[in-house]
């Protein structure tokens, strides 16, 4: 089966170099560095295997690149695509009604061929092998499906040889192709062009290019063509001549010494860091360094990851730099033919922040654009375009009539404080308080955390994250609430054990859709309790609060809790409308209302939504706020904001909020800040970012996955109803293994709960298994998956970008491993056929007791209405 896009196999391997030649323009000369550098490597090294390799090729298959560059070296030449036009890819593909191949094929047959090359390497320490690719055109020539060959090839990452310009405007040209290659992230490991004459293109490059640590080297012009019968000799005598010079040996020493470098140094990370860096959330104490994954680069949904537990080490090489005056140099190279990096699912989403793929160019260029024309310029007192258009932006887009004024931070921890602080001075003006003497509390959900920052840990409960945190103290009260869990394939809301007197016993639920139906739902019983327990906290036990904080939906790193929504609505109702909290009539100003006639003005307490991690289409939604159906007075948002990118955070605030800090005192304001607050950077990507995502959900990106998530009881229209990118079919199937305690999904989102008879939490171990053996990877698909797990929960994260074949492969490859590791005798299909099985004859009997009860309900509403009559 093909590997998931972006999943491309290893390009870094002990025993082949490869080697990509890009060209600054089209005519560059692409082709005479490639077969001066195969006759190079194959003089110097006659027992290595040097190989040639043409992905896309267009014109008379007289004039193929590959066929030139056998001729004139000998070597093995290889084309993977070839179009008789010769015109740019993208057309030439289109020709002769040709379907043209897709990047992925494209890659795939590179990838393919790599590691075929890398197979052919004898096994003899002293045997290795060479690969030059060469692109065609120009580094941002459109490949076959349109797509820019500096983007195409991007997931391979391969180390570079630019072919600068020696013609009139080839400075410039040289070194737009060089920024053009390291925006996107590729090692640049020399440039080289032909004399230049008079032009001094060489002369000027050579000392742009030293700054940058990038050699450069100059070729002799290249013979004309002369009298045809000559042109073979004359070539020929060129290419022997070029190739033996000092500059090209010197040249094919740097590639290969690049090469070992390059991987010793990720061989050797894992160790430095070991004695370097503090792991955030490790337990250093007796860590097996080789448990430290080296990422070498990400693009897409993937990492390329090194784990020293998986690879052996190198051997060495010596090589002789060549000439008189140069040394003897000891080159570390495997005699073991195996890759050195591994395609890796990341499925943490890197740590929930990734929405639009890793290495994505647009949101590079946003980058280097905000950086270019502003670097960093202060904010106190002044505004600047991108934190101007994404205030506005995020304005619109919440569309919370409430939401007024949005304040600058830079990260979601941070941005909590701001809020608690916004949230607690509205209370402290509106109920007189004196805030320095007033212990004044949070009102929030047990199980929840906001941050890891000391006020942040203050609005959560104890937990392992902040009890042994020598200034926590724990400001608030903490509701017990239902979950929403699956299991056995169906949807339920659970109460705590204990608590089915003030919650009502577990409820059934045909589909997610109803779970979200809340108009349709009874929250009286919620009510009774939440409005029971306030009373009792703030009459009995006199205690203070100024402001209501909760993530929407889900709780993070609390665990992936997946809090009944209904509740949370209930616990916002209960709040704004209790007499509990009734202020002094003077102290309410005037306030605007919406075209309902509903107040703007916060009631009761500030409401506070931590929408950090679930915000911003994590959940699926622009703003998870809009499950519960409620609009907040302050929401936070950070990890998506940018795409993934760079760290930023915004606090959003109603007027009445803002207006609490008015005052002609100047201490009365928000006293708040840091050096980098709205770092134009940061504030531009988020715009390009937040465009991107508003423009896939306008255009029905998710359409696929939204559409498998409809049922036929679904109660609102498409694409209202809650959806999930993973499918319900996996998802049912994992919660019918009997090792799993529960599953839940949501937007990009799959927690699974895993059984552990020592007891639940996050000092469980009941998870490490199955998150090993996803990184252990799957021979089927030749890459492996990053998690991370909450104890007993191993959650999994997709981009908003992640192709349906990539999440195809994925929920195969672990619904196999949940299988594997409750170590079922039967096979992992055979089992899954099994689940299946079950899992209709669930369906089934679910259906057939809704239609008994919905019988009955019509017959007694039948009785009723004769008796009435």
Same mark, same amino acid.
Request: glycine fraction near 8%.
């Given at each position: 089966?093909?590997?998931? =896009? ?11 170099? *490869? ?36 992905? $896309? %090729? ?5 004039? =193929? ?28 593909? !289109? ?14 047959? $590179? ?10 390497? *004898? ?12 692109? =065609? ?10 797509? +820019? ?7 391979? &990452? ?37 004399? %230049? ?18 050699? $450069? ?18 070539? +020929? ?20 010494? !690049? ?30 360094? %080789? ?39 000891? $080159? ?24 639009? /793929? ?34 506005? &932006? ?20 941070? /941005? ?57 103290? /724990? ?107 009734? *202020? ?36 699926? @939604? ?9 609009? *907040? ?19 959003? =605030? ?133 998690? @991370? ?9 997709? %981009? ?57 309900? !019509? ?11």
């Amino acid at each position: 089966m093909t590997s998931a =896009a972006g999943a491309v196999s290893s390009s870094l391997w002990h025993k082949l170099i *490869p080697v990509q030649i890009y060209g600054a323009n089209t005519g560059s000369g692409k082709t005479v560095v490639s077969t001066i550098l195969g006759t190079a490597f194959k003089s110097k090294f006659p027992y290595w295997r040097i190989n040639y390799l043409k992905p $896309v %090729s267009t014109g008379p298959e007289i004039e =193929a690149d590959h066929s030139y560059v056998h001729r004139y070296t000998g070597i093995t030449t290889k084309c993977l695509f070839e179009f008789k036009l010769p015109v740019s890819p993208h057309i030439a593909a !289109r020709d002769c009604f040709n379907i043209p191949p897709t990047d992925q094929e494209v890659l795939h047959e $590179v990838s393919a061929a790599l590691l075929e090359y890398s197979q052919a390497v *004898p096994k003899e320490p002293r045997r290795y092998g060479v690969v030059l690719i060469e692109t =065609a055109g120009g580094v941002l020539s459109p490949g076959p499906f349109g797509t +820019l060959q500096a983007d195409l090839y991007r997931p391979l &990452r391969l180390p570079v040889v630019l072919v600068g310009d020696h013609r009139l405007g080839g400075i410039a040209a040289t070194i737009s192709a060089y920024e053009s290659l390291t925006l996107r992230g590729y090692d640049v490991e020399a440039i080289l062009l032909f004399e %230049s004459g008079q032009l001094g293109n060489a002369d000027y490059l050579t000392k742009y290019f030293r700054f940058r640590k990038v050699p $450069v080297f100059e070729l002799p012009k290249f013979p004309d063509s002369g009298d045809r019968s000559e042109v073979r000799l004359n070539l +020929l005598h060129y290419y022997e001549t070029v190739s033996q010079s000092d500059s090209i040996s010197r040249l094919i020493i740097h590639l290969v010494s !690049r090469q070992s470098r390059r991987i010793k140094d990720i061989e050797g990370m894992a160790s430095r860091a070991d004695s370097a860096i503090w792991h955030p959330f490790t337990q250093h104490k007796d860590r097996d360094k %080789s448990s430290i994954l080296t990422f070498d680069s990400a693009y897409g949904d993937f990492f390329q990851a090194y784990s020293p537990a998986k690879w052996k080490a190198p051997t060495h090489l010596e090589l002789s730099l060549g000439g008189e005056d140069m040394k003897t140099r000891k $080159v570390a190279i495997s005699a073991v033919p195996t890759p050195v990096l591994e395609p890796t699912f990341d499925g943490s989403a890197s740590w929930w922040t990734q929405g639009l /793929g890793h290495g994505n160019p647009d949101l590079s260029l946003a980058a280097a654009y905000a950086a270019g024309r502003y670097g960093h310029v202060m904010f106190a007192g002044a505004v600047h375009q991108p934190a101007l258009s994404l205030a506005e &932006r995020l304005l619109l887009g919440f569309k919370n009539p409430r939401l007024k004024k949005v304040f600058f931070s830079d990260n979601g921890s941070t /941005g909590i404080e701001v809020g608690i602080k916004m949230a607690l001075k509205a209370s402290s003006v509106r109920y007189g308080w004196e805030s320095s003497s007033t212990d004044i509390g949070i009102i929030g959900l047990k199980g929840s955390y906001h941050g890891d920052t000391i006020g942040a840990m203050d609005a959560s409960e104890p937990s392992v994250y902040n009890k042994k945190v020598e200034w926590y103290r /724990g400001r608030g009260y903490w509701f017990d609430y239902p979950q929403v869990k699956m299991r056995k394939g169906n949807w339920y809301v659970e109460p705590p054990a204990g608590m089915e007197a003030e919650f009502g016993p577990a409820q059934y639920y045909h589909s997610l859709d109803a779970v979200f139906d809340l108009k349709s739902r009874n929250a009286s019983k919620y009510e009774q309790y939440i409005e029971g327990m306030l009373n009792w906290l703030i009459k009995f036990k006199g205690k203070k609060f100024g402001a209501l904080v909760m993530e929407p939906v889900l709780l993070g790193a609390g665990g992936m809790i997946f809090v009944d929504p209904l509740f949370q609505r209930a616990l916002v109702d209960v709040v704004r409308k209790s007499k509990l909290f009734a *202020p002094p009539a003077s102290s309410i100003t005037s306030a605007s209302s919406t075209a309902d006639g509903s107040s703007l003005e916060w009631s009761g307490l500030p409401v506070v939504f931590d929408e950090v991690f679930t915000g911003l289409y994590r959940l699926g @939604r622009f703003s998870s706020a809009s499950f519960l159906q409620v609009h *907040p007075d302050i929401t936070v948002n950070a990890k998506l904001l940018t795409g993934g990118l760079l760290p930023l955070c915004t606090t959003i =605030a109603s007027q009445s909020i803002f207006d609490a800090f008015l005052s002609d005192d100047k201490t009365d304001a928000l006293l708040h800040g840091h050096s980098y607050t709205a770092h134009a950077m940061g504030c531009h990507v988020a715009n390009v970012s937040l465009e991107k995502m508003q423009e896939m959900e306008r255009r029905n990106a998710w359409a696929k996955f939204i559409m498998r998530w409809r049922t036929m009881h679904a109660t609102v229209v498409y694409p209202k109803f809650p959806w999930s990118m993973w499918s319900q079919k996996t998802v049912k199937l994992i919660s019918q293994v009997s090792n799993v305690d529960s599953v839940i999904t949501l937007g990009s989102v799959l927690a699974i709960t895993l059984r552990d008879e020592s007891g639940a939490g996050y000092t469980s171990n009941a998870a490490n298994e199955l998150r090993d053996k996803l990184l252990e990877g799957s021979q089927t698909y030749g890459w492996s998956v990053h998690s @991370r797990v909450l104890g007993n929960i191993l959650y999994l994260m997709t %981009s908003l970008t992640t192709d349906r074949d990539t999440l195809l492969q994925l929920e195969e490859f672990l619904l196999r491993s949940v299988v594997e590791v409750h170590r079922e005798s039967l096979s992992p299909k055979e089992v899954a056929r099994r689940l299946f099985r079950k899992q209709r004859r669930l369906e089934n009997k679910q259906k057939a007791k809704e239609a008994k009860r919905i019988a009955e309900e !019509r017959k007694r509403t039948t009785d009723e209405e004769e008796a009435d009559g």
